[in-house]
């Protein structure tokens, strides 16, 4: 089936770093959407993306949709320790409502 | 709001029991969906329905079923559990078949002995 590939794994920052990782894959989505999930929580949406080239804020975080439609990045700027947990992409898969997921980034934030 | 809510939180099965997963939401959402995931594989899509009366299959089906009755509620059933299904399973909603924001449920973690 469709996978989505996410990079990197984990990352171990310091606090006050930027972070990006992405997601990439060999198929076209219609959206993109990025999550974080704490332990024992379910995945909590920190940005939805609807149209190719589109760039997207909210607060320090910032997602782009690529113009292919197969890729998407997410960034955090100035990390901080709550940012620590998994983040996730997802994307929608163009003519269904199926939403297929990436493996997720898990960051660790040093202080 | 409630949002969406799932009971129970955890449950523990012996291999062969049957038992149902509940999901609720509030929100008056078309589109329901239940994952499973594991360590190192991400979310897996089992089924999912875009109204009332109307269920689909997902990525990994196999051993699971659904129903979808009202709009507000979508279990998902084991039949008869295996090992394999150990793993935490996510309720999750959209508000609309176009709306592309999905919302979560806190998950249901299960453990099939």
Redesign the interface.
């Known amino acids: 089936g469709q996978q989505l590939n996410q990079s990197p794994q984990s990352m171990f920052i310091q606090e006050g770093e930027d972070v990006s990782m992405n997601c990439t894959s060999s198929s076209i989505f219609n959206t993109w959407l990025w999550y974080k999930q704490d332990p024992g929580e379910g995945p909590v949406l920190l940005i939805a993306l609807y149209k190719a080239g589109e760039l997207t804020s909210n607060g320090r975080l910032t997602a782009q949709f690529g113009i292919t439609r197969k890729d998407s990045f997410l960034n955090i700027s100035a990390s901080i320790p709550s940012d620590v947990g998994i983040y996730f992409c997802a994307g929608q898969l163009v003519g269904t409502y199926k939403y297929i997921f990436g493996t997720g980034t898990r960051l660790k934030v040093l202080a | 709001n409630a949002g ?1 809510t799932q009971t129970p939180k955890f449950q523990v099965l012996k291999t062969g029991q049957s038992m149902t997963l509940q999901c609720a939401q509030d929100m008056n959402h078309e ?1 329901m ?1 239940w ?1 499973r995931q594991d360590p ?6 089992i089924h ?1 329905s ?1 109204g009332a009366g109307i269920t689909d299959q ?2 990994v089906p196999n051993g699971y079923n659904v129903s979808r009755s009202t709009t507000e509620d979508f279990p998902l059933r084991l039949l008869s559990a295996a090992p394999s299904q150990t793993s935490v399973y ?1 309720c999750a909603s959209s508000y609309s ?1 176009t709306s ?8 249901t973690q299960l453990s099939v002995l």
């Open positions: 969406v589109y969906s994952y190192g594989m991400g979310l897996r899509l999912y875009v997902g990525e996510f078949r592309q924001k999905l919302f979560f449920g806190s998950g």
